[in-house]
């Protein structure tokens, strides 16, 4: 069969348990978006990301027969790919940072920026790194969301099938993230900024 | 596309084709997810038995009695509470939560909601196994097949042998129409005179048939009888035992 790009996630991922073709056509999809994620949420250097990432990939194809095709493949993928990572930090923890933003990475600073119930107008790089300054601040669980939310772009229910939390706890989470966010704000002079 | 990306992918297919990796078969996960559907039911229905043994045994206590004994509330509720099913049922609701969580898209579901839900499903079906008189069916089983759970069981026969007070309580070895033999805990065979006393309704006395005796203690192992109190005080409440045709009750 000709995998061309007509086909779905969850088409590839029931046709990948007979053929590998389907599978590697995912992993191409793929492969960016988890290394970019792995590394958002562990603080860790290419080389390590890249080998978490092929354990993703190999615990994915073990258990491809236990997608559940009523859940989206990106999220169950996610899901595997924010376990290996948790489970390597926890190994690692006294070496391994766990979800630490970096300040170059300023698309989160800007969605954030740009959400309405954040004030706007935070367009230089200097503000930008400021925001981020301040979402390091933020404990983990939250970090952890916005994340999802904002720089990989899920939707709530999305966010409750990677972390495994009920769609009413990630809108709360997101909630008060971006509370948080504002009270940091005013504490480290940062007003005006957001 | 990235050219490192490239050998991730590439890298992985190797790896599959070198180690001989396969998908685990289907079957596996309906097996595995059909057992924490299976243990599930099984920890709700332990939980229902549980707290129906807990209903059984809070009915069964004599609470129009303790006036009268002179005992107070916090003592007769100390004697009576049936600790060890509250207890099982806490660790069985416990553990049904958990495993409800772990099943497939049990996360999904507010915690509050899981907790009301489960709780509700424990108590409507330990109702059930209550008036249906199966929680009584079960505690007597356990009660008789395994000793050990006498040690977790208020015990009766002391707990209601109070003579001086105007309780007794024990097996009926001998009975007839005007007097019967009881044999108490302690052991001993206290001389019962009956002629004067009420029954409830629908019962009769009999040999191997332990009971409760409400009226006075005349002598030395002498008692004259008032009233007779079931053994267990909620058999009267439940469907087979209840008078003929009564609310669904056996009608022969």
Redesign the interface.
């Given at each position: 069969m000709t995998l061309g790009s007509d086909y779905s996630d969850e088409q590839l991922a029931k046709a990948?348990?007979d053929d590998?073709a389907a599978?590697?056509k995912l992993?191409?999809r793929y492969?960016?978006k988890l290394?970019r994620y792995i590394r958002r949420i562990i603080k860790i250097n290419?080389e390590t990301a890249?080998d978490i990432?092929?354990e993703t990939?190999?615990k994915t194809?073990?258990?491809?027969?236990?997608f559940?095709p009523s859940l989206k493949f990106s999220s169950w993928i996610y899901r595997i790919a924010h376990n290996e990572a948790i489970g390597y930090w926890r190994r690692q923890q006294r070496n391994v940072k766990y979800i630490s933003i970096d300040k170059e990475e300023n698309g989160l600073a800007n969605t954030l920026a740009d959400d309405e119930t954040i004030s706007s107008e935070l367009h230089d790089k200097e503000r930008q790194e400021k925001i981020v300054e301040v979402i390091n601040l933020l404990p983990e669980n939250y970090r952890e969301v916005l994340i999802l939310r904002y720089l990989e772009q899920k939707d709530y229910e999305e966010i409750?099938?990677v972390l495994?939390?009920?769609?009413?706890?990630v809108s709360a989470l997101i909630h008060r993230a971006k509370d948080k966010i504002k009270k940091l704000d005013k504490e480290h002079n940062l007003k005006d900024l957001i | 596309m990235d050219k490192d990306n490239i050998k991730i992918s590439d890298k992985v297919i190797d790896k599959i084709k070198q180690e001989n990796v396969k998908p685990i078969p289907r079957w596996h996960f309906w097996l595995q997810h059909g057992f924490l559907w299976v243990l599930l039911v099984i920890l709700l229905l332990l939980g229902a038995i549980s707290l129906g043994i807990t209903f059984f045994e809070l009915t069964d206590v004599e609470w129009g009695l303790r006036p009268m004994l002179g005992i107070g509330l916090g003592h007769w509720l100390f004697s009576f509470f049936p600790y060890f099913w509250s207890a099982i049922l806490i660790v069985v609701a416990v553990l049904a939560y958990y495993n409800f969580l772990n099943t497939p898209k049990g996360y999904r579901y507010p915690k509050y909601q899981v907790i009301l839900f489960g709780l509700i499903l424990i108590i409507l079906t330990a109702g059930a196994f209550h008036y249906a008189g199966l929680a009584k069916k079960a505690r007597n089983f356990l009660h008789d097949r395994a000793p050990i759970f006498q040690n977790f069981m208020p015990n009766k026969d002391q707990l209601y042998y109070l003579p001086d007070q105007g309780l007794l309580a024990g097996k009926i070895i001998d009975i007839n129409d005007e007097s019967l033999t009881l044999k108490t805990i302690d052991p001993h065979d206290w001389k019962v005179d009956i002629g004067e006393a009420k029954i409830p309704p629908g019962k009769k006395l009999e040999n191997g048939q332990k009971i409760k005796i409400l009226g006075k203690k005349t002598g030395e192992f002498e008692f004259k009888a008032e009233e007779f109190r079931p053994w267990q005080a909620g058999d009267m409440l439940r469907l087979n035992n209840m008078p003929k045709g009564f609310m669904g009750g056996p009608k022969n």
């Open positions: 990948a348990v590998e599978f590697y992993m191409q492969e960016h290394l290419q890249e990432l092929q990939f190999i194809y073990r258990y491809l027969n236990n559940d409750s099938d495994h939390k009920p769609v009413g706890t | -």
